[in-house]
């Protein structure tokens, strides 16, 4: 098309700029050709005329429809060129912070300097099998694309990772190694991955350095193949490199460093291992104090040392080896130091002692005197002859140099091939994956060999890729059979050819190097003659004959032909190597060079070489070995490297990654766009770019054509095919057909003409929109009108209303002014009637008040008078009780003391009563007699004492009162005297101080008098303000009474919230602690199950060796608790069979399986024991309760103790008499033993007397202690002490008086009789401790028995009055019979007592054969106990049974209680079979069962059934083996069969309801009272009686949590392909979405289209594992758990595909994504399970599409984003407006502003910050008890099971 057609006004077009680059213009009039300018306006309004090229006349680029920018692939752009790249480029990265973005098959990554959320493990199970195109660009896209064409072509597969220093590189391949680990599913739990990235600190400290563009730069390239097997899980790896940089050891630029290894040495010198290597600070070695930065910012360099010395450890060098590389290294350091002087011109010499070169030679263990002798000499040989030259000081520091060098290449050597020695496997290689880490394009002031080499290296990669994109782009139109044109694009074939080709660069640079005096000038100046004039790529600089100009695919670059000669000999003196080699004392170092004998380059390690890229050259026969170390140079060996990497390359599928480093100063998301166009030069995106343009960049399906361009059509273009509605219609809008192509499925379009074609859509939609605003406008006017003129109307009618209601108003008033006049004339009148009543009624009041005044004083008196009788007679009657109380108190005195006497008398029966008591406690009697002897000699001395005492007092007294009366009288003299004197005085003072009061109280009179009045003001001040305050204060008290209920009516509401708090912490607490205890039998099934694959795999491989043999200790602790022993024993022989086999293959996985198998089991118990101790805390303080209440208890049985201890040796001595008697009944064997006059029948005689008359005496003495029981509990509170007979002894000793004594002895028989005797005090062998417990339990026996014997009697008693209630009624009915008979006549009479006598014969013969009926049924009972105890007796042996069992207990022994009444002709809900057929009822009923026609035509649930009758008779034989046999083979077998269909939702959904019905009916018929209250009777009937399966039950309850799990992934597998389709894809409300170009993305589809998936799909699906559970007769609350289930799994993977895909996140996808979840709903209201939480789990997806549809401009609108969204995290609120992309150009991105205000009211916001939902997670179940109310017996068993051998009980 014209370019006037394009170039119109207000198009828009790039135009060059120094600063950035290009910047953005808009044209402000209409091109015209011939025009030799253009008038611009550019984005800040300023004008500009932009001149065009008068020779080419080439305009400006244009730019992209805004629609089209920042697309995921740049392919997809209208206009393909460098300025849109950039600029696509920069919005995606600067504004909508995305890193990744496509470029046809190439991933642009930018660094973004900033840790980003988007490579954890939930974005690699997002990407983990999708399409490359269908999600955002990704790293782990790229991967996830090599892994699937890996596994789909069986090919092998490259990622090359390029970029220049600081881009990014490592890190990427880092990732991508990371995902393949994790999606390929390693056997070994991803331990190559982890080896891989162990390998990345290594490689870093001794490749990687600081340079002025990177502070951890790569001075190498690696090439990293990992290993898959046929299963496409890793297995190995192997690591190539490519070119180390060894200059840089000796040398560095200012601002870099060497290699890290050695400044973390440096750094870490101080520590002790390290005092040998003699190192100091950095700055004092020569090799690292150069930069003169020895120090990188945030980094510590002895950390990083020790990051690398445990990465040495976990590849397996050990720390000897370590050390030993610490020790090359640090040599190197001081082989740097080394100072060489010169000697003369042509010498140099080392001064003595030098203290480097002497550690140098220490630590590498070589001479001194061959050092110094070989870094100042060199050996030359002739032929026949050897000459030994000294070297000039410079020449010998370069050999210095060159051996430092040459070491470190070593070393590096070493180091690569050990790594990669960890890395390999056994296994055999069925394909790999490489990731090749190299440098990019660089160039640099100064350019040197290295340069050279890497530049080479990208020359070939740059060449490998444009073959490869030229590849793809023919494959692509031989696909759609469209014409194909040759497309032009630079070839650097030419430019490899200058430098590979012969004669060129390096053959030149080679055969310079093997001139005897070849030299760096004369090699440039062969340049110059052989290429300047016949090739164009060769330059020569204007000012320089030493340097030369090559012009590469990227740039122009600058060589310095200095030290390129010297750089690709590397020379090594052959002597310095020789005395290296001799070195005896340091091992490692000769491994080093013995290992570089085997490989072919001069230094061991050539600069492209490592690992397995060594090549190995034969030696020409009669030359010293050495000669071969000088074969090849480092050019021909990076060459010959190089091509062995091209080929590896080109014999797999590669995929490109170029990173790009956005600014040189490392700051987070900001973009230089002249840095970043440099890259894409270099890197090859603008190559990519130019080539797509060259063709068809632009591909639409016919069907996406159709939609986005329906606008363009009229309705009669519309056909059915729409292919050939599409060619019609681009014929008509795009004349030219060269602009387009038609292939099978896509339509090609130049460059260009997407953009015509968005501008002609635009067009017709811009004249659409004005035709509706026109229409709109119009409706919006004539409403307007419509809405004034009803308002005047209404106006109208309004204005008329209000003067109408003036009218009636006055009319009403004059009306009420006549009322008021005549009710205000009635109220005169009535005022003053009652005026004249009030006066009547005051006199009247008066006089009644009068007459009632006197009638009260006369009531008074007469009540006064009463008062005064009261009181006297009350004191009269008082003085009467006093008397009479005196006398009854002493009365009561003599009855006391009388009772007194008789209760003494008890109190000594009693102590007679113990005598035996006193036998058994003779020590004790001797005590208290001892005591009772010191007391009685105490008291003796005590009356001695007091009788002196009594004498001397009295003497005493009669002396002091003579005194005393004596004294007194004097007193009184002396004062009397005294007394006088002082009166005389006291009156004449007294006198003058009353005339001095009298005066001073004259004057205070007055002063009061005053002061009174002042007062009285002040207090009626205060009163008022005391009134004032008094009722502001009652307002306070108001408002606080107020206040105080509102606080309270607060605090309650408070107190409300936090409990609903509270408690929903603990139900979420408690869902956690589920979900986690869910989650570790998760790992755990996932550990059985690949133990039992590798047991497969161990099985199949046949490998036995001999060796220690050991049981597998992964074997599951559910199977390996409840199987039996000849199951454990197979299951020990196949262990150690396999264990053989595991020593083959890998020891090390099979131990961390064992060790995390170990570690869930341990925590799965302590989590169970947990659950087990919450649950039995009530228990626990319940028992704790009753333990204090007994402990409360415990002091009134304490005095019953001392009477329990006699009945205990009593019970001693009758256990005692009974084994007298059974040995002498034993040791009679004769017929007549057990006859009457027997021996033995006359013990047992004796013994029974003995024992009735004994315990008739132990009854009485038990009423005697119950009586005295009584009387003792009050004594028991206030009598604590004097316990201890050595505190009884103290205590007498102290006391004086002899009434003392006497309440102490009676305290003392009180304290024996207390409540609380201490036992232990009292006895100290314990005796009486011991007899009390043991009289406890006799007494709990005794009671027992009289219980039993009691319960007995009262049944017989019952029993007989029954029979005499019988007798007598047949007495009264024959009775009655015969006075009939005797009325009856003769015959009659006779016929009737025929008849009668009939009757009862009938009666009896029915009982009899009821009585007949009952004892068979015993009969056979007995049978089959018997059977039972033979079956036992068999067991415990016979001859023991015999030897050990008497008659009288065979007799004797219980039978056991039988709970289910056994009628034989009923069937009881049991089914009995054999053992043997054990297998065949686990085959037929759980492994052969088809679950389609069990649920379609049984009842629900049948195989739990059958499953627990069986269980039922098995405990009813009370046979423990067969419960567990069947248990276990149950268990097993349902796993087996999960196991081998897990995959089949129907067999998973069957045996998930069984399960969950076999553990209800466990519980159910349990026995445990909260189970059996939901049971009928009968029901009741059927529990268990012999075994409690409540460890079963936890066991089958784990089995049914790990079936869910395995339902719920079942499920998950067959919704995951639908859902993106369905809920996001699919255009449920057709023609509301638009379709956008979409590049080249999908251009390597890795799965087949087997169909669209839509909506109705996901509901058909649902619906029907919804139909499958109901049919299964899942528990209803299980069905409800699994929708949720599903619903959380359908939101979680649509949010997270929607977060992950810019192009579904736009308004039209939101209200498709909200019109799919009404769907949803309307699914869960149909089914009635609105109520199960499946619509919470969608309210995520729910509020991401309202943020797709709501407003986002303004900061209300932010404030109403943030209340909404409150299910969303700020991660994925920030994420979506970011990829908000516009379908429309009448849409509007969302600005970065308005991002950044969201962030800002989101950051107080406590979150996680993850940005994607967890897909794997899944909710706690929990099994609700649902009891059945099926009955046993009733359930019939079908044919069709083939169960005919189990027999119905």
Not at 969 to 988: D, F, H, I, P
Request: glycine share 4%; proline share 3%; aromatic share 8%.
């Amino acid at each position: 098309m014209a370019a006037s057609e394009l170039y119109t006004k207000r198009a828009r077009v790039w135009i060059p700029d120094t600063e950035e680059v290009w910047k953005s213009a808009e044209l402000s009039k209409d091109y015209k050709n011939g025009d030799a300018s253009l008038q611009l306006i550019l984005e800040d309004g300023t004008g500009l005329e932009h001149k065009l090229d008068p020779k080419t006349k080439n305009l400006p680029y244009l730019r992209n429809p805004d629609i089209l920018v920042g697309e995921n692939d740049l392919t997809a752009l209208s206009y393909l060129h460098e300025p849109a790249v950039l600029h696509n480029l920069k919005v995606r990265f600067s504004d909508s912070k995305l890193i990744y973005t496509y470029c046809g098959i190439v991933l642009v990554a930018i660094n973004p300097y900033e840790t980003l959320p988007i490579y954890g493990t939930d974005i690699i199970n997002a990407y983990s099998g999708q399409n490359m195109g269908d999600m955002d660009p990704h790293i782990f896209a790229v991967a996830e694309e090599a892994y699937k064409q890996m596994a789909r072509d069986e090919r092998n597969q490259s990622i090359i990772v390029s970029g220049e220093s600081g881009a990014g590189k490592t890190v990427s391949a880092k990732y991508a190694m990371r995902y393949f680990a994790t999606v390929s599913g390693s056997a070994s739990e991803a331990n190559v991955e982890h080896k891989v990235l162990a390998s990345n600190p290594i490689m870093e400290a001794i490749g990687n350095a600081k340079t002025t563009r990177n502070d951890n730069s790569s001075r190498f390239g690696k090439y990293i193949e990992i290993g898959f097997d046929t299963r496409y899980r890793i297995i190995g790896a192997n690591m190539r490199t490519y070119l180390l940089e060894k200059s840089r050891v000796v040398f560095q630029a200012d601002e870099e460093r060497n290699y890290h290894v050695f400044y973390q040495l440096c750094a870490s010198s101080h520590l002790p291992e390290f005092k040998t290597l003699r190192l100091s600070s950095a700055n004092d070695f020569v090799y690292t104090r150069q930069g003169r930065s020895p120090v990188i910012e945030g980094v510590d360099d002895t950390k990083e040392l020790s990051n690398t010395r445990h990465a040495f450890t976990m590849l397996g060098i050990n720390e000897t080896y370590q050390m030993g590389l610490f020790q090359v290294l640090a040599a190197i350091l001081h082989l740097g130091n080394v100072e060489i002087k010169d000697r003369d011109s042509d010498s140099s010499i080392i001064p003595p002692n030098n203290r480097h070169l002497t550690a140098f030679c220490e630590l590498v263990g070589v001479s001194y005197q061959d050092m110094t002798q070989w870094l100042c000499h060199r050996k030359l040989k002739t032929a026949t002859e050897t000459y030994i030259k000294t070297l000039p000081r410079l020449q010998a520091t370069n050999a210095r140099d060159a051996l430092s060098k040459h070491i470190y290449a070593k070393l590096f050597n070493w180091i690569v091939e050990h790594v990669n020695k960890a890395l390999i496997t056994n296994i055999k290689q069925h394909s790999f994956i490489g990731v090749l880490d190299i440098y990019g394009f660089e160039t640099f002031e100064i350019n040197s060999f290295e340069q050279f080499c890497i530049n080479y290296a990208n020359e070939k990669l740059q060449q490998q890729f444009n073959m490869h994109v030229f590849k793809l782009e023919q494959e692509e139109y031989m696909k759609e059979q469209i014409p194909w044109t040759l497309i032009d694009f630079y070839d650097n074939q030419p430019c490899i050819n200058l430098i590979e080709a012969k004669m060129g660069i390096l053959d030149l640079l080679d055969e310079e190097c093997k001139m005897p005096k070849g030299s760096d000038d004369s090699w440039a100046q062969k340049l110059y003659n052989t290429h300047l004039k016949t090739c164009s790529l060769f330059e020569k600089p204007r000012m320089s004959n030493r340097a030369f100009i090559i012009q590469h695919f990227a740039d122009k670059v600058e060589y310095q032909c200095d030290g390129f000669l010297e750089k690709n000999k590397d020379t090594v003196n052959e002597e310095q190597i020789n005395v290296l080699k001799a070195s005896k004392k340091f091992p490692l170092l000769v491994e080093l060079f013995q290992d570089g004998e085997k490989a072919t380059s001069p230094t061991g390690q050539a600069p492209g070489t490592g690992g397995r890229t060594r090549l190995s050259v034969k030696p020409e026969k009669g030359r010293d070995k050495s000669s071969k170390e000088h074969k090849k140079t480092v050019g021909c060996q990076f060459r010959n490297s190089l091509q062995m990497l091209m080929e590896t390359l080109n014999a797999t599928t590669p995929h490109y990654v170029r990173c790009i480093k956005p600014n040189d100063f490392k700051l987070a998301f900001t973009f230089d766009p002249k840095r970043a166009v440099q890259q894409l030069r270099a890197c090859g995106v603008l190559e990519t770019i130019r080539i797509s343009a060259a063709g068809f960049p632009s591909r639409w399906t016919y069907q996406e054509f159709f939609s986005r361009y329906r606008v363009l059509m009229v309705q009669k273009d519309v056909l059915p095919d729409k292919k050939l509605t599409c060619r019609n219609v681009l014929e008509k809008l795009v004349q030219d057909q060269d602009k387009y192509q038609f292939g099978k499925t896509k339509i090609f379009f130049r460059a260009g003409q997407v953009a015509y074609l968005e501008k002609l859509r635009a067009d017709k939609l811009r004249v659409a929109c004005i035709r509706i605003q026109k229409t709109i406008r119009c409706w919006l006017a004539r409403k307007k009108y419509l809405r004034k003129r009803s308002a005047a109307i209404t106006i109208q009618r309004f204005t008329r209303g209000y003067q109408a209601r003036c009218l009636v108003k006055f009319m009403r008033r004059t009306q009420a002014a006549t009322i008021i006049q005549k009710y205000r004339r009635m109220y005169v009148e009535k005022k003053r009637y009652r005026q004249k009543q009030a006066a009547a009624l005051v006199m009247q009041t008066i006089l009644r008040a009068y007459m009632a005044r006197q009638k009260y004083q006369a009531l008074v008196r007469e009540h006064k008078a009463v008062i005064i009788q009261t009181r006297v007679r009350g004191w009269l009657a008082r003085c009467w009780y006093k008397r009479c109380l005196v006398s009854i108190v002493y009365l009561q005195c003599c009855i006391r003391r009388m009772r007194a006497r008789h209760e003494l008398k008890k109190l000594k029966v009693e102590a007679r009563s113990v005598e035996h008591f006193k036998k058994l406690n003779k020590g004790m009697e001797n005590k208290i007699m001892q005591l009772q002897r010191r007391i009685d000699e105490q008291t003796k001395d005590n009356r001695s004492i007091n009788e002196k005492l009594v004498g001397m007092e009295t003497s005493f007294t009669a002396e002091c009162e003579g005194l005393r009366t004596e004294l007194n009288r004097l007193k009184g003299a002396e004062e009397e005297a005294k007394n006088k004197t002082n009166q005389v005085n006291s009156l004449l003072e007294e006198l003058e101080r009353l005339k001095k009061e009298l005066s001073t109280t004259q004057q205070e009179k007055k002063t009061i008098e005053d002061w009174a009045t002042t007062y009285r003001s002040e207090m009626e001040k205060m009163v008022s303000e005391l009134k004032d305050q008094n009722g502001s204060l009652k307002k306070e008290k108001d408002d606080l009474n107020r206040s105080i209920q509102e606080q309270s009516q607060q605090m309650t509401e408070k107190m409300t919230r936090a409990i609903a708090q509270e408690t929903q912490q603990l139900e979420t607490d408690l869902n956690e602690e589920r979900s986690r205890y869910q989650n570790l039998l998760t790992e755990h099934l996932r550990l059985e199950e690949k133990y039992d694959d590798l047991k497969e795999v161990m099985a199949s491989s046949n490998i036995s060796k001999p060796g220690h043999r050991r049981t597998d200790s992964t074997h599951s602790s559910n199977e390996s608790e409840y199987t039996y022993n000849s199951e454990y024993a197979e299951l020990e022989e196949g262990s150690r069979a396999a264990e053989d086999v595991t020593r083959g293959i890998d020891t090390s996985l099979t131990l961390k399986l064992q060790k995390r198998l170990t570690e869930l089991e341990q925590e799965k118990q302590s989590l169970r024991n947990e659950l087990e101790n919450k649950e039995d805390q009530f228990q626990r303080a319940r028992a704790r309760d009753d333990a204090e209440f007994k402990k409360a208890r415990g002091a009134e049985l304490e005095y019953e103790s001392l009477k329990r201890q006699e009945l205990e040796s009593e019970n001693k001595k009758l256990k005692h008499d009974l084994a007298e008697m059974r040995q002498s009944l034993l040791g009679d064997k004769a017929t007549g033993a057990g006859a009457p006059g027997s021996p033995a029948y006359k013990v047992l005689l004796e013994q029974l007397n003995a024992s009735c008359e004994e315990l008739d005496v132990r009854k009485e003495e038990v009423l005697i202690l119950r009586s005295q029981l009584v009387s003792q509990k009050e004594a028991m509170h206030h009598k604590e002490t004097m316990t201890e007979p050595s505190i009884y002894a103290e205590d007498v000793s102290k006391l004086k008086d002899a009434d003392e004594l006497k309440q102490a002895c009676i305290g003392l028989k009180d304290t024996n009789r207390s409540a609380a005797p201490d036992f232990h005090k009292l006895n100290e062998d314990g005796e009486l401790w011991l007899v009390n417990q043991g009289l406890k339990e006799t007494i709990r026996l005794l009671e027992h028995q009289l219980q039993t014997q009691r319960r007995g009697y009262d049944s017989e008693v019952e029993s007989l009055r029954g029979e005499l209630q019988n007798v007598k009624e047949e007495n009264n009915r024959q009775q009655q019979l015969l006075a009939q008979n005797l009325q009856l006549p003769p015959e009659a009479r006779i016929e009737a007592s025929l008849q009668h006598e009939i009757t009862r014969l009938t009666n009896e013969n029915l009982d009899l054969m009821e009585q007949l009926e009952k004892q068979d049924r015993t009969i056979r009972k007995l049978k089959k106990q018997l059977k039972v105890y033979s079956k036992r007796i068999g067991e415990m042996g016979a001859g023991q049974a015999e030897g050990q069992t008497s008659p009288g207990q065979m007799v004797d022994e219980p039978i056991h209680p039988v709970n289910i009444p056994r009628r034989e002709k009923d069937f009881q809900g049991m089914l009995e079979y054999k053992k043997e057929d054990e297998l065949k009822l686990v085959k037929n009923l759980i492994l052969e069962l088809k679950p389609r026609g069990v649920a379609v035509n049984l009842i629900p649930g049948l195989p739990a059934y059958i499953l627990f009758m069986c269980l039922r008779h098995a405990d009813y034989v009370n046979d423990d083996q067969k419960v567990r046999t069947l248990l276990t083979s149950t268990i097993n077998s349902i796993k087996k069969i999960l196991k081998k269909r897990g995959d089949d939702f129907e067999t998973v959904s069957f045996w998930l309801a069984n399960t969950c019905r076999f553990l209800h009916c466990l519980k159910q018929y349990s026995g445990d009272e909260a189970f059996m209250k939901h049971n009928t009777s009968r029901q009741n009937e059927h529990c268990l009686s012999n075994f409690d399966l409540a460890e079963y039950r936890q066991v089958i309850s784990d089995l049914a949590i790990q079936i869910y799990q395995q339902l719920i992934k079942c499920m998950e597998n067959i919704l995951q392909p639908m859902i993106v389709s369905g809920m996001l894809e699919h255009e449920t409300i057709q023609g509301v979405s638009g379709v956008k170009p979409t590049g080249l993305r999908k251009r390597t589809s890795s799965i087949a289209d087997e169909g669209t998936y839509t909506l109705d799909s996901i509901l058909r699906q649902l619906s029907a594992f919804h139909s499958t559970m109901c049919q299964h007769g899942t528990d209803p609350e299980l069905i409800k758990q699994v929708v949720k289930q599903q619903f959380y799994i359908i939101g979680a993977v649509t949010l997270n595909n929607l977060l992950l895909r810019k192009d579904m996140c736009s308004w039209s996808k939101g209200m498709q994504i909200r019109y799919n979840v009404s769907q949803l709903e309307e699914w869960l209201r149909d089914k009635g399970l609105m109520v199960c939480g499946a619509k919470e789990t969608l309210e995520p997806l729910i509020q991401a599409a309202q943020l797709l549809q709501v407003k986002k401009k303004t900061d209300e609108d932010a404030e109403a984003i943030c209340s909404m969204c409150l299910a969303l995290t700020t991660a994925q609120i920030v994420k979506v407006l970011n990829l908000y992309t516009p379908v429309n150009e009448f849409e509007e991105r969302v600005s970065v502003a308005f991002i950044r205000t969201i962030q800002t009211r989101l950051r107080d916001r406590c979150e996680s910050p993850q940005l994607l939902m967890d897909t794997k997670m899944i909710y706690p179940v929990t099994f609700p008890f649902s009891p059945s109310s099926l009955a046993l017996e009733t359930i019939q068993i079908p044919g069709s099971l083939n169960l005919a051998f189990l027999t119905r009980v």
